[in-house]
């Protein structure tokens, strides 16, 4: 479950098509987010805080089966774009194979706005970890998302 502690950060994930719009991606009725091999998501994660903030991380854990596109690579494709830019550029930003971090310095109340992509690789029944975001220096003030069970079909 989720828990908010002076932070609020949320996830919502888009399916990208080859053309057309993005389509947002829901759990189905057993609670369980499907994807094919191949399909392309981009996860939108906003971190709310009601007050001026210091030293903030977002820590976005990825789940097992879908790889992370990193736009910054010289090698990526076209597809490893978000669709937008962060509304407020991290201080330090991190795209490892498990999970993507990026930390603020200074973050003003308010909402921002990240963005980054994945590709369904592996099929198989995966945990799709919580986010979490916290006050470096401040113990007591952080948030986390909900986990999600997600399943990959071939």
Do not use: C, K
Not at 8 to 35: H, K, N, Q, W, Y
């Amino acid at each position: 479950t989720a828990e908010l502690h002076g932070l609020i950060p949320t996830r919502t994930l888009f399916r990208v098509p080859a053309s057309g719009p993005m389509a947002r991606v829901e759990p189905g009725p057993d609670g369980v987010l499907r994807l094919q091999v191949g399909d392309v998501i981009e996860e939108v994660a906003e971190l709310a805080t009601p007050e001026d903030r210091a030293h903030v991380a977002l820590r976005l854990p990825l789940p097992a089966g879908l790889e992370p596109l990193n736009p910054n690579l010289a090698n990526a494709t076209a597809d490893a774009a978000p669709s937008a830019g962060p509304t407020l550029a991290p201080d330090y930003a991190s795209f490892g194979d498990d999970e993507v971090v990026r930390v603020w310095l200074t973050l003003p109340r308010g909402t921002v706005t990240v963005r980054h992509r994945l590709r369904a690789t592996v099929p198989g029944t995966y945990t799709y970890p919580p986010a979490t975001a916290a006050m470096l220096y401040r113990p007591g003030v952080d948030g986390s998302t909900a986990g999600l069970r997600i399943a990959v079909a071939p």
